[in-house]
């Protein structure tokens, strides 16, 4: 759309100068030379707006790091998710943020937009009643546009169908794996393949490889319910993990890291081929399900 309309500038600007420069009378001399003026003007703002434009769009999201790729691989491999703009060949990244403790939630959006991918307004949050009556808080924040992280749907995503990236190992750093850890607390949007991974048998060992190989840690899988899978830290890895993500933890949220449940949880689209070989666990099996009053409350 923009090149059309530079191009129809350009050719406007150029017919009215021929006419100025072929002109045999005063009156046509008069209409190139105003003409050729308007375009030059439309031609300059033109130009002027697209360079600003361009210039904020990578200003916002040309600081890339390994912090916060991590941050960003943690917050999808929760219920964060991304979605892809075919005709900009931009993505847009959705952070939803669960958690009991508010200066994690405010911390993480702080790291946002100081990185210049979200605007520095502060969230709204959103309160629900969880599990045992405990209070959680969320918010729900749209990236910018990004133009320099398509590979991250890419790796994410396979006809719109949120995926386990093949080289997930890669990018499961320290970081990665604790915001992963802190966001593993409600599925705030079930049963869909933008928020939720299409995991099968082969995907859910993977990982268990994967923390295995790469930390030494020992899980134990348990499928909770339809949509979640969740891995258990064995106990004889527990301070393994715990000395792993203790530095990336803020030191109000590490009393999690002392429980004996420690968990990285899926929330996965509802699988039936994987779920009819596979036994839920008799203690997690219950799904709890929010009545009207605490809905509304």
């Not at 003026?37 to 990578?58: E, G, P």
């Not at 959705?94 to 605007?119: A, P, Q, R, V």
């Not at 995926?163 to 705030?188: A, E, G, R």
């Amino acid at each position: 759309m923009h090149n059309q309309r530079f191009f129809s500038y350009l050719s406007l600007f150029t017919f009215m100068m021929i006419l100025l420069v072929t002109a045999d009378n005063y009156l046509f001399m008069f209409v190139g030379w105003e003409g050729k003026l308007i375009c030059l003007i439309w031609l300059i703002i033109y130009i002027y707006y697209i360079t600003n434009n361009k210039l904020i769009q990578y200003t916002m999201y040309y600081i890339v790091n390994n912090k916060i790729i991590s941050l960003i691989i943690g917050s999808i491999l929760g219920n964060s998710y991304i979605k892809k703009n075919n005709k900009d060949n931009s993505i847009i990244i959705t952070f939803i943020k669960c958690s009991n403790n508010i200066e994690y939630l405010m911390l993480f959006h702080k790291n946002l937009y100081e990185n210049g991918y979200c605007n520095s307004n502060k969230p709204k949050l959103y309160k629900i009643i969880s599990k045992n009556n405990k209070i959680l808080y969320y918010y729900k924040i749209n990236s910018y546009k990004i133009y320099n992280l398509n590979w991250l749907h890419e790796i994410f995503y396979e006809n719109n169908k949120k995926k386990l990236p093949n080289n997930l190992d890669k990018y499961l750093t320290p970081l990665c794996l604790s915001t992963w850890y802190v966001d593993n607390i409600h599925n705030l949007f079930s049963n869909s393949e933008l928020y939720n991974f299409n995991l099968n048998k082969k995907d859910i060992n993977n990982i268990s490889n994967i923390l295995k190989d790469k930390y030494n840690l020992e899980t134990i899988i348990k499928i909770e319910n339809k949509n979640k899978v969740s891995f258990y830290i064995k106990n004889t890895s527990n301070t393994t993990f715990s000395n792993l993500l203790n530095p990336y933890v803020l030191p109000s949220l590490q009393y999690k890291l002392k429980s004996r449940d420690n968990k990285l949880t899926f929330f996965n689209n509802y699988n039936r081929k994987y779920s009819t070989t596979t036994n839920y666990s008799n203690t997690y099996k219950k799904e709890y399900e929010l009545s009207i009053i605490q809905k509304e409350a």
